[in-house]
T-cell receptor
Framework: QKEVEQNSGPLSVPEGAIASLNCTYS??????FFWYRQYSGKSPELIMF????GDKEDGRFTAQLNKASQYVSLLIRDSQPSDSATYLC????????????FGAGTQVVVTP | DAGVTQSPTHLIKTRGQQVTLRCSPK?????VSWYQQALGQGPQFIFQ???????QRGNFPDRFSGHQFPNYSSELNVNALLLGDSALYLC??????????????FGPGTRLTVT
């Protein structure tokens, strides 16, 4: 059973601080890694994807991938109250034909 | 650029009934995946349709079936509804290419309640 693990939280972050979210996965063949943001009662929104080892930055978001350690993370800089949501880590593998394996999500609460 | 659309938004059904959910993919996308998300959980993959055929299936019983039409829209059918089928049903669209089909964009979802 391929697994994706995330801390459920809640992760409480002061406004303006950096939120750090972690995700580990079990399938060594995984090649595609995604972060989705989901507000309460809404559907997931794709905010970042990363395919290669290292860092990828997009605005206030940075995704970090370490395939050797089977670890992917998301940093949110200058956290805002609007960043309060559940962040889902998703993993894709070549042998899964587009099936994404999701973690249960980490709830982030940004406090003013 | 039209995003992924789903209908209906909410649905209430009784145990044993059947339900059909509908999805239109994002403009330019040709692949549709369906996911079930229970409260407090991540989405669980049901199946994926490409070229009007089911290409990949998750661990869901045969009560769950689907269809894709020539215009790439899709339906999810669930027969003999159980209370445990109550969930948010998500449609995700993508473009079939080497890696792009992993980039999936979700619709707003259909909230199904089985009583």
């Amino acid at each position: 059973q391929k697994e994706v693990e995330q801390n459920s939280g809640p992760l409480s972050v002061p406004e303006g601080a950096i939120a750090s979210l972690n995700c580990t996965y079990s399938d060594r063949g995984s090649q595609s890694f995604f972060w989705y943001r989901q507000y309460s009662g809404k559907s997931p929104e794709l905010i970042m994807f990363i395919y290669s080892n290292g860092d990828k930055e997009d605005g206030r978001f940075t995704a970090q991938l370490n395939k050797a350690s089977q670890y992917v993370s998301l940093l949110i800089r200058d956290s805002q109250p609007s960043d309060s949501a559940t962040y889902l880590c998703a993993v894709g593998s070549p042998d899964s034909w587009g099936k994404l394996q999701f973690g249960a999500g980490t709830q982030v609460v940004v406090t003013p | 650029d039209a995003g992924v659309t789903q209908s209906p938004t909410h649905l209430i059904k009784t145990r044993g009934q059947q339900v059909t959910l509908r999805c239109s993919p994002k403009s330019g996308h040709d692949t549709v995946s369906w996911y079930q998300q229970a409260l407090g959980q991540g989405p669980q993959f049901i199946f994926q349709y490409y070229e009007e055929e089911e290409r990949q299936r998750g661990n869901f019983p045969d009560r769950f079936s689907g269809h894709q039409f020539p215009n790439y829209s899709s339906e999810l059918n669930v027969n003999a509804l159980l209370l445990g089928d109550s969930a948010l049903y998500l449609c995700a669209s993508s473009l079939n290419s080497d890696l792009d089909f992993y980039e999936q964009y979700f619709g707003p979802g259909t909230r199904l309640t089985v009583t």
